[in-house]
C-alpha cells in the first residue's frame, strides 16, 4: 500500500541524517496522500540505519493504523492534525535541530531579519503558546498539532511553512515530504544566524522592502529565481 509514498518517507527521513539534522531516533518525516487521505509516518524509535520502506508506517487522518507492523512515530497526532488544519501540505518534518529548538526553548519567534529567512519565511517564524495542563495531561501530541494551527491565526502557513513549539522544538512542512526537509535545512541555518545576529546587534530590525523583495521574487506570481519550468 502506497509503496512509492513510502520510499519517500524513508528517504526523506534518511535525508534528516544526512543534513545532522537529528541523531540516535530523534524526528521524523511524514507525507499524505490527498487522493485516499493515508498518511505514510516513520515508526517509533527505530534507529534510522536499520529502517526500510518496509517499516513506514500507514494511518488514516483518525490515526488508525492501516498498514504495517510497527506503531507509528509518537508524534503521528501532531502530523495528523496539522494535515487535516492546513489543506495544502502534503509532508510533515519534526527535529530536534539545535539552533531552532533553542529558540523554541527560548519562547521566541525566530525574527525575519536578513534576506537568507525571507527567501523561504515571508514572516517571523511564529512559537507557540504555553501549552495548558489540561493540553499536556490529555491529548498532548494533538494538543501540539491544535497550538501549531492557532499560531497560524490570520497567516498563510505556506508562506511561512515552519513553527516553534514552545519548550520543544520545530516543526517544518511542504508540499511533499522532501519539500518538508528542504524547509527544515533552512529553517535551522536561519535560526543559526538569527542567534549571531542578535547576539551581536539585539536591536536589528530588518527592511521591510527587501522581506518583500526576496520573498516574491522566488514564490512570486512574477518569480524569477532560478531557472523557467
Known sequence: MLEELKREVLDANLELVRRNLVILTWGNVSAIDRKTGLVVIKPSGVEYDNMTADDMVVVDLDGNVVDGTLRPSSDTPTHLAIYRRFADVGGVV?????????????????P???????????CDIPCTE???????????????GDVIADAFEGMNPMHT????????GPFTWGKSAHDAVHNAVILEE???MASITVALNPS?????DLVEKHY???HGANAYYGQKK
Open 190 to 192: 536561519v535560526a543559526r
Open 130 to 144: 504555553e501549552m495548558t495542563r489540561e493540553q499536556i495531561e490529555s491529548a498532548y501530541e494533538a494538543a501540539t
Open 204 to 208: 536589528v530590525e530588518m527592511n521591510p
Open 216 to 218: 516574491e521574487r522566488k
Open 94 to 110: 519534526h527535529t530536534h535541530s539545535t539552533y531552532a529548538t533553542a529558540w523554541a526553548q527560548a519562547g521566541r519567534a525566530i
Open 161 to 168: 511553512p515552519a513553527v516553534l513549539v514552545k519548550h520543544h
Open 112 to 122: 525575519n531579519i536578513g534576506t537568507t529567512h525571507a527567501d523561504t519565511f515571508y
